[in-house]
């Protein structure tokens, strides 16, 4: 009898183990979708301007981490949300000294958002987001090689409104994809996997 209990005590604590084990496992996952892309973000010897610099390409997202996020200056809701939770995360991650390992990269779908209107756009959020702008067939192979969706819905006067994707992309120091965050996009999932990552 004295066998048994020990047999039953030995067995109570393996399944304890067992569960506490991968209940941590699970809690150290990331947040984001994983993605293993084998080609970098933008197209290779390709530079785009941005509102930072002249040349902007995949060497320039090599070295830190990049979120990425398509939008469009005259987006009446959900790109100013995702700009400003973006902006917010950003101040969460300068109490940490982290806020330098990480860009934001902004690209618009609309080819009539010059370079002087996403640069106002985007650094009305944050003077550090980075906004490119790219022709319309630029946009179209870029959006085939990420599978981002984009589509003219309707008119208003001159501002053109768009359906498009509202995934935030995780770019890594190698300026490829690992991973997406897709609607709702909440700071602290983002948070959390972003201390790990810049640290």
Known sequence: M???????????AVVILTITFFHDDAQDKLKYTSINATDMFLE????????KIDNFSNNSLKGQ???VFFGYSS???FCP?????????????????LD???QLLFISVDPKDNLEVIKKYVEYFNKDFIGISMNADAMERLAKRTGVYYKKVSSTGDIDFYDHTGALFVVDDNAKIIGLYTPPLLNKD???DMQRILN
């Open 2 to 12: 004295r066998m048994n209990k020990s047999y039953i005590i030995y067995g109570l």
């Open 44 to 51: 290779e010897n390709v530079t785009y301007k941005s509102t």
């Open 65 to 67: 981490t990049t979120l």
């Open 75 to 77: 987006c009446p809701d």
């Open 81 to 97: 949300d995702t700009l400003a939770k973006s902006n917010q995360l950003f101040e969460l991650l300068k109490k940490d000294n």
């Open 100 to 102: 330098k390992k990480l």
């Open 190 to 192: 983002i948070y959390d």
